[in-house]
């Protein structure tokens, strides 16, 4: 059973440049919520995803979007990217929206130079 | 704002002694999650508590969620190298439209052999 995958491992962007992450949630789960990690420090938390509506947001501004397909799978599209933005992007799936236990991927390395 | 607080923020000690880690905030959640973080991975659920004053036990791991539900504690007795790790704590929150998970900064601790 394979868990929750994010792609790609790796990303390396440009000031101002657009950028999509995905996520593919862990099977049997249907709420997707994406996180933001800052070297250092904990996970924010940026929205999420419960079917195909996003349900609820974090502080994050407009130029943080998503999308969930009717197979759940979610994406993560960021605009007018800045230095800012560098950070580990976490999508973690959870069989409800009640959060009451999530499984997160291994995470999508975003550099923004 | 809600706002968890965690301490230390590092905590370095020799194999077989015990450590604690603390979780604190001003707001009330509706669960407590703990989670463990590897270099290049996702947050690992370890535990969630959802009753004031609960305890919960995980072999070596023992989980403390304060009466009022704003504050939490994890102590690991007998440490070992394998604890070595990021230790996250997180709340949750229930809207109406959503449920969100707020994170704090994190405890690194290194079990030296």
């Known amino acids: 059973d394979a868990g929750v995958t994010q792609s790609p491992t790796h990303l390396i962007k440009t000031r101002g440049q657009q950028v999509t992450l995905r996520c593919s949630p862990k099977?049997?789960?249907?709420?997707v919520s994406w996180y933001q990690q800052a070297l250092g420090q904990g996970p924010q938390f940026i929205f999420q995803?419960?079917?195909?509506?996003?349900?609820q947001r974090g502080n994050f501004p407009d130029r943080f979007s998503g999308h969930q397909f009717p197979n759940y799978s979610s994406e993560l599209n960021v605009n007018a990217l800045l230095l800012g933005d560098s950070a580990l992007y976490l999508c973690?799936?959870?069989?409800?929206?009640?959060?009451?236990?999530?499984?997160f991927g291994p995470g999508t390395r975003l550099t923004v130079t | 704002t809600q706002l968890l607080e965690q301490s230390p923020q590092f905590l370095s000690i020799q194999e077989g002694e015990n450590l604690t880690v603390y979780c604190n905030s001003s707001?009330?959640?509706?669960?407590l999650q703990w989670y463990r973080q590897e270099p290049g991975e996702g947050p690992v659920l370890l535990v969630t508590?959802?009753?004031?004053?609960e305890v919960k036990k995980l072999k070596r791991l023992t989980f403390q969620f304060g009466d009022a539900r704003k504050d939490s504690s994890l102590h690991i007795t007998a440490a070992q190298p394998g604890d070595t790790g990021l230790y996250l704590c997180?709340?949750?929150?229930?809207?109406?439209?959503?449920?969100?998970?707020?994170f704090g900064g994190g405890t690194r601790v290194l079990v030296k052999p």
């Open positions: 973690a799936s959870s069989s409800t929206p009640s959060l009451y236990e999530q499984y």
């Open positions: 997180a709340g949750a929150t229930m809207g109406a439209a959503g449920n969100k998970l707020t």
């Open positions: 508590v959802v009753t004031g004053g």
């Open positions: 707001s009330v959640f509706s669960s």
């Open positions: 099977s049997g789960h249907d709420t």
């Open positions: 995803y419960y079917e195909e509506e996003e349900r």
